[in-house]
């Protein structure tokens, strides 16, 4: 769905295409596709919803703007709650090994030269395979780097070469900045 003004929706109650209730709007960050313009919203998950569907994490649950169906007094997706965990709990190939997604959610992400690039938050699913997944710069380097803050950049599975307490990525800080100017347009 088109959203104008993500601030809008940050507090409002959410809702799977059947009703359930799944939480409320926590933050948003912007999409680094310019072409279609959407947000990444990070749901903070009820008791109810974090105990039954996402193993009791406190972690932002992700949606893309794709996933809202409508919104006015709430917002309603167009997926169901059981399908949002499916999503949660998919394992993908991370160098030689394999994450459930809901492990990568928040952690710090490095550069193979062990600086901070930023924070895992999300990712953009589409027929159900993952496309990207999306890290939120640390704004220092989108200060220095001259890049859109609050905008998670796409992070391309192929670069993720090792995942422990943080994510390791095989570019250093310069290829990754140079990898999303050349991509993703920024000036």
Not at 74 to 92: A, C, P, Q
Request: a neutral charge; glycine letters at 6%.
């Amino acid at each position: 769905m088109k959203i104008n003004n993500p601030r809008e929706l940050v507090g409002k109650e959410v809702c799977d295409v059947n009703g359930n209730t799944i939480g409320t709007v926590d933050k948003y960050w912007n999409s680094w596709n310019t072409e279609y313009p959407g947000y990444f919203f990070g749901i903070r998950s009820t008791e109810k919803t974090k105990d039954r569907w996402f193993r009791g994490t406190n972690k932002l649950v992700p949606i893309y703007s794709d996933y809202i169906r409508e919104w006015g007094v709430n917002i309603t997706l167009n997926k169901t709650v059981d399908e949002l965990g499916r999503f949660w709990y998919k394992t993908i190939p991370c160098g030689t090994t394999t994450c459930p997604t809901d492990d990568l959610i928040e952690k710090p992400v490095y550069d193979k030269n062990h600086s901070r690039v930023g924070t895992f938050y999300g990712w953009v699913e589409s027929d159900g395979t993952f496309k990207h997944y999306g890290c939120f710069v640390d704004p220092y380097l989108c200060d220095i780097w001259k890049m859109p803050f609050n905008t998670l950049m796409p992070v391309p599975i192929d670069l993720i070469t090792d995942v422990k307490e943080t994510i390791t990525l095989d570019k250093t800080l310069e290829e990754l900045k140079a990898y999303w100017k050349q991509h993703y347009n920024f000036k």
